[in-house]
């Protein structure tokens, strides 16, 4: 999946990428590759840096919440009609 999210601010922000949910013998694994761009001389690359370590502690937060929510929240069991 493909993702792109525009920036209200301004155009010189760009971040968007792929999104890839993968099955695993534990479960489900999320690959996700994305790119961020900011077009800002002198600028650029510390606002990428910074920007680039909230994304990163997002996504993992994100992903303990996940968890933490599947363990606690089991399926419910799946009836099956008998003919």
């Given at each position: 999946m493909?993702f792109?999210?525009?920036?209200?601010?301004?155009?010189?922000v760009?971040?968007?990428?792929?999104?890839a949910?993968?099955d695993d013998?534990?479960?489900?694994?999320?690959?996700?590759?994305?790119r961020?761009?900011?077009?800002?001389?002198?600028?650029g690359?510390?606002?990428?840096?910074?920007?680039r370590?909230?994304?990163q502690?997002g996504?993992?937060k994100l992903?303990?919440?996940?968890?933490?929510?599947?363990e606690?929240?089991p399926a419910?069991?799946t009836?099956?009609?008998v003919?």
């Amino acid at each position: 999946m493909r993702f792109h999210m525009d920036n209200a601010v301004c155009d010189r922000v760009r971040y968007g990428g792929t999104m890839a949910f993968i099955d695993d013998a534990d479960g489900v694994r999320v690959r996700l590759q994305a790119r961020l761009e900011v077009d800002a001389p002198f600028v650029g690359g510390i606002v990428e840096g910074l920007v680039r370590g909230g994304v990163q502690e997002g996504w993992r937060k994100l992903a303990r919440f996940t968890r933490q929510w599947v363990e606690t929240h089991p399926a419910p069991a799946t009836r099956v009609a008998v003919r």
